[in-house]
């Protein structure tokens, strides 16, 4: 029988979100910061059974490209969307598969026998969200894995590729190889930033897969970070988005797109043929009222965005699908979409 294929293929740490509101003592406790994506230390081993005994908790399927590949499956046809990555063989695992199954997303999950999937501290404070992830057996993938029967084919036959900043910290080795081959076949290779530690702390592994990339998706902090990082003294979305889009590209026949986002503010869009005409969109802003949970926005975004680019949208029509996902993501709880369905694109 003929293996199915999918336009997009997705890769990144699998986590089950345990997400909590009103936590402001526990960021005073563990020093954590109202807006921010950490790996957790020694320090934060004791957080997660402190959210779950304390605190009334909601478990939501995330990890970061996980979820924009849900995201991206909601909008598009059935069977467009494939994602990679290593999970346990426990509860968690089968939380995130039953997400996956409502969203339509097909995984091709790397099991390991006797680890914990991995988990995400979520604490909510008023409009923000402070994200402490324990990797587990997400950190376990083994690049051998994309090479193996069930996974080599859909690999082979996607068009599009999407990886989480968070990847680097251990699975560079992994992001590089698809990255190169992806160029190398004039595929489409898109990179989220994911959080400010990425370009802080893993930049030589950055610096290494973005001449690969097509495309780069970050918010405004991640930005900055890039910047600082990189000793660009002006920090703004344009600036930043033009000083990534001219970074050296393998495959110059496809321009670097670069895509920063502002939260409610606006997203700006940088190409590398035109790096100084600059595009800003507006993002229709929601009242307070309306916000329930800014986690997975970024995410939801991506989701938006990757849909738009598999039925060969314009950048403009793939920017507002973006929009429209990340609105309806923080009006519930976590990064969720609407059921039943609604029309996007």
């Known amino acids: 029988m003929a293996t199915q294929t999918y336009p997009l293929f997705c890769i990144g740490n699998p986590l089950l979100d345990i997400q909590v509101y009103n936590g402001e003592a526990i960021l005073k406790k563990y020093d954590l910061k109202a807006n921010d994506a950490i790996l957790a230390e020694e320090k934060h081993a004791p957080l997660y059974d402190e959210l779950v005994k304390n605190y009334e908790v909601t478990y939501v399927a995330g990890g970061a490209s996980q979820n924009a590949a849900r995201g991206a499956a909601y909008i598009l046809p059935p069977n467009s969307v494939v994602y990679a990555g290593c999970v346990g063989d426990d509860q968690l695992a089968e939380q995130l598969k039953a997400a996956n199954k409502r969203e339509g997303l097909h995984q091709v999950y790397q099991v390991k026998q006797g680890e914990k999937t991995g988990a995400c501290g979520v604490i909510i404070t008023g409009h923000n969200r402070s994200l402490v992830t324990t990797l587990r057996a997400a950190e376990k993938f083994d690049n051998a894995y994309l090479a193996s029967p069930e996974v080599a084919p859909l690999v082979e036959a996607a068009k599009i590729f999407y990886v989480e900043g968070f990847f680097l910290t251990h699975g560079s080795d992994t992001v ?170």
């Open 176 to 345: 590089l190889e698809v990255s190169k081959k992806a160029s190398e076949a004039s595929k489409v290779f898109v990179l989220n930033l994911s959080a400010p530690f990425i370009p802080q702390f893993f930049g030589v592994q950055l610096q290494q897969v973005i001449p690969y990339c097509d495309i780069i998706i970050g918010n405004e902090t991640e930005a900055e970070a890039w910047a600082s990082a990189n000793g660009l003294p002006n920090k703004d979305p344009v600036t930043v988005a033009k000083a990534l889009a001219t970074q050296p590209k393998a495959n110059p026949a496809r321009p670097r797109t670069v895509i920063i986002t502002h939260g409610s503010q606006s997203t700006t869009v940088v190409t590398q043929d035109d790096p100084d005409n600059a595009k800003v969109f507006a993002v229709h802003a929601l009242s307070d009222a309306e916000i329930v949970d800014t986690n997975g926005a970024g995410d939801a975004f991506a989701g938006g965005f990757l849909g738009g680019l598999v039925l060969g949208k314009s950048l403009e029509e793939s920017v507002d699908a973006g929009h429209k996902m990340g609105s309806m993501c923080v009006q519930l709880v976590g990064p969720q979409y609407k059921w039943p369905k609604v029309h996007i694109l």
